[in-house]
């Protein structure tokens, strides 16, 4: 039997989605099926964290296999805009005009089964943003950390790739790790991925045209037809997956290859739609029909 070569073998499929979907018990609540907390934002940027958390909420609830129970905090600067821009959801202020750390962020942290953390928050907030994530992994949370708090990582200690997934597209992966990241060579990519993973102790989503997903043992290579996703705000959609599929019960590596895997043909049966002038809701609204 012809043997399939190692680099076919570590491609994305269909059966990366099938592992991370389950059937809801009939009789489980919104809270038994998954809790995500979405923590983002600041009083520059408001639309990331809302993206990320509708993502969490509406793709896993199209695939009946996700998040129940869904929450997100902004500044309170920011509060009224995010409402507005998703009426659907829950959203609380925390902080004036950047995310503070106190009790009530703590308790809904205890609750929460995933966090998803750090869409348009200031590069100031980076302490706080640590202080945070090693909150929640000392808890037992699984942690998405996306934007600046890929950068805050290295603030944080107690770090495992079972409990902390970072998600750095190329240029994030260099202000990480001072290495450039080869666009074209997806071994080269592999190699610095799991190298990264090591070192940071997380699993690591590599986005770009090959995207690479690894928790420094395991790794995995994603690669879309099209470039119909390389537009802002895509990457928070992605990350709010990561975290609906993590809260209700996968584990943080195979959420990641599902998320990105699901993320990635989303973005092939766009560009046949709308071409290139694809905006990242769209992932949101095609999500509830894609399977």
């Known amino acids: 039997m012809k043997r399939v070569p190692k680099f076919t073998r570590l491609l994305t499929n269909p059966e990366d989605l099938k592992r991370v979907m389950k059937a809801r018990e009939v009789f489980s609540n919104k809270y038994s099926n998954g809790r995500l907390l979405i923590i983002g934002g600041s009083h520059e940027y408001y639309g990331a964290p809302v993206i990320a958390f509708s993502a969490g909420r509406q793709s896993l609830a199209a695939l009946r296999a996700g998040a129940g129970y869904a929450k997100a905090f902004v500044p309170n600067s920011i509060l009224a805009t995010a409402r507005t821009l998703s009426p659907n959801t829950i959203i609380e202020g925390l902080g004036k005009n950047d995310i503070v750390f106190e009790k009530s962020l703590k308790v809904e942290i205890e609750k929460a089964d995933a966090i998803v953390i750090g869409m348009g928050m200031s590069r100031k907030s980076l302490t706080t943003i640590a202080k945070i994530i090693s909150y929640a992994i000392e808890r037992g949370k699984k942690v998405v950390a996306d934007a600046e708090a890929i950068e805050a990582i290295k603030l944080v200690r107690n770090r495992d790739p079972k409990n902390l997934v970072i998600t750095p597209h190329d240029g994030e992966f260099q202000r990480l ?19 990264a ?11 770009g045209h090959y995207t690479i997903i690894t928790d420094g043992t395991r790794a995995k290579l994603n690669v879309p037809k099209t470039a119909a996703l390389a537009t802002m705000g895509t990457g928070d959609v992605l990350s709010g997956m990561i975290g609906g599929y993590a809260a209700a019960g996968a584990g943080l590596f195979e959420a990641s290859v599902a998320a990105v895997y699901l993320h990635s043909k989303i973005g092939d049966i766009l560009r046949n739609k709308l071409r290139y002038h694809i905006i990242a809701t769209d992932i949101i609204d095609i999500l509830n029909n894609i399977l």
Request: no cysteine; aromatic share 4%.
């Open 197 to 207: 993973s090591k070192k940071y102790r997380s699993t690591v989503v590599l986005k």
């Open 177 to 195: 790790a001072g290495l450039k990241v080869p666009i074209r060579d997806a071994k080269g990519r592999i190699k610095m991925a799991k190298e």
